[in-house]
C-alpha cells in the first residue's frame, strides 16, 4: 500500500557551511570514517566502475569518493572520470545518504548546491518522500534480485524517482514568462517525465540505474578498490 510522501530529513544549509569551512581549512591529517548505509557503503577511496548503455551506444566511466571530514555528518567528495555531473558528493547521517550536485538534471530551488534523498534504511517499501530542491518524489520499492556485469545481487534495495506536479507546472510557469530557453525547457521536462529507477546491493552501493525506458542504464562493472575507513573515531585512553 502506497503511503503518503513525506518531506526528506534535511540537513540545514547552515550547518553545513560550518561543517565544510572547518573540513576546508587544513588542519591536522582527518582519519578516514565510514559513512553510508548497509546498500550505499561510502569509504574513502572506494572506486566504482559502471558502463552505460543508451541505445546501441555504451561508454565507461569510474566513480571514487573521498572521505572529506565530519562524525555526525560525513562527508565524501566524488571524483567522476569519463562522466559529467558536475561537483558532486554523498552526505552520510544516521540511515539516511543524500547525493549533491552543482548540475542537477532537474530542479525547483535556487541553492548552489543540489540534495536528493537516495537512500533511508528507515523506509519500507511502499514509504515515500520529496526533495524540494530538485522537486522529485522518491518510492522504496519491494527488493529485487539484479545482475549486472559485476555479478548477480539479491534483495537489492530498490527506489523509484519522478518529477512532482510542482516540478512540471513550474517548468512550463518558466517557459512561458521567457525565464527558461526552449532547449533548456525540453530537456528538463524530459527529465522530470522519465523515472529514474536505482537498485543498491547489500554491502556493495549503486549497482543499476534505469533511466525511463531499459534500453538507458548504468551497470556495475567491478568495485576496482574497496576502499577504508574506520566506524568511528577510537576513544583516546586515559593517561594514568
Known amino acids: 500500500m502506497f503511503t503518503p510522501m513525506k518531506q526528506r530529513d534535511t540537513i540545514p ?3 553545513l557551511f560550518v561543517f565544510f569551512l572547518i573540513v576546508g581549512c587544513g588542519g591536522p591529517e582527518r582519519v578516514a570514517l565510514r559513512g553510508g548505509t548497509e ?16 541505445g546501441s551506444e555504451e561508454r565507461r566511466f569510474t566513480i571514487r569518493m573521498f572521505y572529506s571530514g565530519g562524525r ?4 565524501y567528495e566524488l571524483e567522476l572520470k569519463g562522466l559529467d555531473l558536475g561537483h558532486c558528493r554523498f552526505i552520510s547521517k544516521d ?6 550536485t ?9 541553492v548552489p548546491e543540489f540534495r536528493q534523498l ?3 534504511e528507515t523506509a519500507n517499501p511502499g514509504d515515500g518522500w520529496e526533495d524540494s530542491d530538485t522537486g522529485t518524489e522518491t518510492v522504496v520499492a519491494s527488493s529485487e534480485t539484479v545482475t549486472v556485469p559485476a555479478g548477480t545481487y539479491e534483495n537489492c534495495y530498490k527506489t523509484v524517482t ?14 512561458e514568462s521567457g525565464e527558461l530557453k526552449d532547449e533548456i525547457f525540453e530537456s528538463q521536462m524530459a ?4 523515472p529514474v529507477v536505482r537498485w543498491f546491493a547489500s554491502g556493495v552501493g549503486l549497482v543499476k540505474v534505469q533511466f525511463g525506458d531499459p534500453d538507458h542504464v548504468w551497470e556495475l562493472v567491478a568495485v576496482a578498490e574497496p576502499g577504508s575507513g574506520r566506524v568511528d573515531l577510537e576513544t583516546p585512553q586515559e593517561e594514568e
Open 72 to 75: 555526525s555528518v560525513r562527508a
Open 191 to 194: 527529465a522530470a517525465q522519465k
Open 118 to 120: 537516495w537512500v533511508d
Open 13 to 15: 544549509y547552515s550547518l
Open 95 to 100: 540511515q539516511q545518504v543524500f547525493f549533491e
Open 102 to 110: 552543482n548540475k542537477p538534471a532537474t530542479a525547483l530551488a535556487d
Open 39 to 54: 546498500h550505499l557503503l561510502l569509504l574513502h577511496r572506494r572506486t566504482m566502475r559502471y558502463v552505460e548503455r543508451k
Open 162 to 175: 519522478t518529477g512532482t506536479s510542482a516540478l512540471l507546472d513550474s517548468l512550463t510557469a518558466w517557459h
